[in-house]
């Protein structure tokens, strides 16, 4: 069993970074996908970032250039830098892991933490 503790939100003016970070207990990490999603009030789940096991990273148009995602497979953990934040990044971010066994994926959900960006 994963369990997956996110923490780094907050409050932050538009321009302003944060740096979020999820902490996982139970198995090693360091063979599965991992990544952040995010959900506004009213809206789906959106995907941010991924990072594979051999660190590949993929990101939303939408946050190109200016979130940056990262892992430490020694400390389980995997961190999202967000930088030049603005109003419409403001959501509740989650963390996930991916586990996949044969033709079926396991999905991890932490609790989420709440990013607000004021304008």
């Known amino acids: 069993q994963v369990q997956l503790v996110e923490s780094g939100g907050g409050l932050v003016q538009a321009g302003g970074s944060l740096r979020l970070s999820c902490a996982a207990s139970g198995n090693s990490l360091s063979s599965y996908a991992m990544g952040w999603y995010r959900q506004a009030p009213g809206k789906q789940r959106d995907l941010v970032a991924t990072?594979?096991?051999?660190?590949?990273?993929t990101y939303a148009d939408s946050v190109k250039g200016r979130f940056t995602i990262s892992r430490d497979n020694a400390k389980n953990s995997v961190h999202l830098q967000m930088s030049s934040l603005k109003p419409e990044d403001t959501a509740v971010y989650y963390c996930n892991v991916q586990r996949k066994s044969g033709v079926v994926t396991y999905n991890y959900w932490g609790q989420g933490t709440q990013v607000t960006v004021s304008s």
């Open positions: 990072i594979t096991s051999g660190a590949m990273a």
